[in-house]
């Protein structure tokens, strides 16, 4: 018999249910505790394993589970609270949520997670760690125009300070791309693409480690820039983006503002969206997505964009 497991991730406490009537097993969110919890699935025929994204309480568990070649799918939180919703299953403990996943797993069959390489997790941790520090700067920056003389001149130390460790934690990753020639290879194919450098760059190879694997339409859905429709009857809603990474999407809306003044084929697809009564944002969203899909398609082919584009 296979099981479809979930397992709800709390920051002290991990809940694994075997299937959505099972008796839900409770381990420490510690080192030993994800140990014997990897133990306990071994010996079952597991189909697929649920675990919900928890702001980093659930990296651990994952990275073990993909070591033990145990499939697991990495999911947002809010689709499985959606898929209660509509079950009627209103209430919200950890056991009731870990029988929720572990439902959610047989029936919607989300996709497993693509696994990461020891050296892919490590810089990962450096760009979260960057976007950290960049989010400070801004908000610091921010601070200048209301502080006083005192206060500006501790702004602007901050800032250089953090700018140095910014540019100290580019400098470790660039090292490690280099050492690794597919993700070097990555790296070159995607600085091809017009108006995309090496920040947005970083971005797309650590946290979309999918690229080049997946479809036009898979790709654009995993990073959320895919747009969902909103029909019914005779009424055509407007359609919407969801969900989807937030860090590559938002590297790719950055890129999109780039090209959408200073690409010429951007530029004119941006211009044409906007000439026919599409928001600015919409615009900008629409000219990201062609950019992803352009990206996913040069590293699937192995051509750079001059080649892609003959």
Known sequence: MTHCAGIDVSKDHLDLALDERAQVQRF????????????????????????????????KLVAALQSAGIPVALVNPWRVRRFGEGLGLLAKTDPIDARLLARFARQAEPSETTPRSAENR????FVRRRRQLVAIIVAEKARLENADRWTRSSIRELVRLLERRVEKIDAKIDQAVERDPVLARKRDLVQSVPCVGPGITRALLIDLPELGSLTRKQIAA?????????DSGRKNGQRFIRAGRHAPRTALYLAAMNASRFHPEMKIFYERLRAAGKPPKLALVAVARKLLTSINAIIRDQKPWREAHA
């Open 28 to 59: 420490p969110n510690a080192e030993e505790g994800v140990r014997r919890l990897v133990q306990q699935l071994h010996p079952t025929a597991v189909r697929r394993v649920v675990v919900e994204s928890t702001g980093g309480y659930e990296r």
């Open 122 to 125: 490590r810089l990962a941790h």
């Open 222 to 230: 995993l990073v959320g820039l895919a747009p969902y429709a909103k």
